[in-house]
C-alpha cells in the first residue's frame, strides 16, 4: 500500500474515532442534563392573608388612685417579668400602713391583758373564790380582744398589698408597645397606663370563607409562609363557633412552633389551606426558560435534538414546576435551560 493511501486510511480512522468520542461524550451529558415530564399528585389549595399577632398583649392598669411619680420604662423597650414598669406616690398609702400597723400592736396587747385575766380567774373560780360571773366577763373580753387583733391584721395585710399597687410591675417579660399616661398625671383604679406584649408566644390569625369553613374544620392543616418564602411551622388550630356577621368568615388562630428573632406581631403571611387533590406535569424548575413574557423548555425530539417549546406554568412545589400545557407525560427536557 502507497504512502498515500496508508495516510488517507488512518485519517478516516482517525476522523470516526473522534466522531464516536463525541458521540459518547453527548450521550453521557444527556443521561445528567435531562428529566422526564412526571405525572404526580398536586393539593390545590387557596391562599389566604394572615397576621401575627402575641398569644400574651395587654394593657396594665391602675389598682389606686395616685400621682405618677418614675416611668422607669418607654415606648420599645424590653422588659422582664416582674420588672417594675411605673410608680405612684405611695406617701398616703405608707401612712395607712403605719396606722394599721399600730393598731395592730394595740390589738396584739389588748389580746395578751385578756388572756394574762383570764389565766388568774379560772383558778380562783374553781376554787370558789371567784365567782362564775367574773370568769364569764374575762372570757368574753379575751374573745373580743382577738376578734379587734384579726381585725387589725386584716388592716396590715390590705395597707401592705394597697402600697404594692404604688409599684406596678410587668406581668410578662415583652417590650412595651405605648404609653397611656405622663410623669405627675394623677390616675383613678382602671386608668390604663402601659400596653404591651411577648414575643415567646406567637399565632397566626386568618378568616376563612364560610364555603371552605367545614372542609378546613375536618382536615385542619394549612401552610403558613412569609413573604421571603420561609415556611412556619404551625400547631393546633382554634376555630372561632361563629362567623363575622359582615364577611360571614370564620376566624381562626393557629400557634407557631419555633418562632425565629425576626418574626414579630403585626407581619402578614400567606395561609394556604388544601381544599382538593388533581393529577399534574411536573418538571424540575432548573429546565424553565424565560425570555420576557415568554416562558418555555428545550425538549428533546426523536433525534435528540433540543428544541424550545413554549409553555404554560402553574405553581411551584420542592423545586418542582406544575406544567399546565405545552408537554406531555413522559417526554424529556434539557435541565440546563434556565441557565
Avoid at 493511501?5 to 466522531?19: Q, Y
Avoid at 410591675?169 to 410623669?183: D, F, M, N, Q, S
Wanted: aromatic share 6%; net charge negative.
Amino acid at each position: 500500500m502507497s504512502k498515500v493511501n496508508r495516510h488517507w486510511v488512518w485519517r478516516r480512522f482517525g476522523l470516526l474515532a473522534v466522531g464516536f468520542g463525541l458521540l459518547i461524550s453527548a450521550s453521557g451529558q444527556a443521561q445528567t442534563d435531562w428529566a422526564r415530564v412526571e405525572q404526580a399528585a398536586l393539593q390545590e389549595e387557596i391562599r389566604l392573608d394572615g397576621r401575627i399577632e402575641a398569644v400574651q398583649q395587654s394593657t396594665v392598669s391602675a389598682q389606686i388612685s395616685g400621682t405618677i411619680t418614675d416611668l422607669p420604662v418607654d415606648v420599645d423597650d424590653v422588659v422582664n417579668q416582674g420588672d417594675v414598669i411605673a410608680r405612684l406616690d405611695d406617701t398616703e398609702p405608707k401612712a395607712q400602713l403605719n396606722q394599721a400597723e399600730a393598731d395592730l400592736s394595740e390589738a396584739q396587747s389588748s389580746v395578751l391583758d385578756a388572756t394574762q385575766r383570764v389565766d388568774r380567774i379560772r383558778p380562783l373560780a374553781a376554787r370558789g373564790v371567784a365567782s362564775q360571773a367574773e370568769l364569764d366577763e374575762a372570757e368574753n373580753q379575751l374573745n373580743a380582744a382577738q376578734a379587734r387583733l384579726a381585725r387589725a391584721e386584716a388592716a396590715v395585710e390590705q395597707a401592705q398589698e394597697r402600697l404594692s399597687y404604688t409599684e406596678v410591675r410587668a406581668p410578662y417579660g415583652g417590650i412595651v408597645t405605648e404609653r397611656h399616661v405622663e410623669l405627675g398625671e394623677t390616675v383613678s383604679p382602671s386608668t390604663p397606663l402601659l400596653s404591651g406584649f411577648s414575643l415567646e408566644a406567637l399565632r397566626v390569625v386568618v378568616s376563612i370563607p364560610q364555603r371552605y369553613a367545614n372542609l378546613a374544620r375536618q382536615q385542619r392543616q394549612a401552610s403558613v409562609t412569609l413573604d421571603d418564602g420561609r415556611v412556619l411551622s404551625t400547631d393546633e388550630m382554634t376555630f372561632f363557633p361563629y362567623a363575622d356577621t359582615q364577611t360571614h368568615a370564620f376566624r381562626v388562630r393557629m400557634a407557631l412552633n419555633e418562632v425565629d428573632g425576626d418574626v414579630f406581631p403585626g407581619m402578614l403571611v400567606r395561609v394556604g389551606l388544601p381544599v382538593g387533590e388533581r393529577a399534574a406535569l411536573w418538571i424540575p424548575e432548573e429546565a424553565l426558560v424565560r425570555r420576557g413574557e415568554l416562558r418555555g423548555v428545550y425538549v428533546f425530539d426523536a433525534e435528540g435534538q433540543k428544541r424550545l417549546r413554549q409553555i404554560r406554568t402553574g405553581v411551584r412545589r420542592d423545586g418542582k414546576i406544575e406544567v399546565l400545557a405545552g408537554l406531555d407525560e413522559g417526554e424529556r427536557v434539557w435541565l440546563r435551560g434556565g441557565q
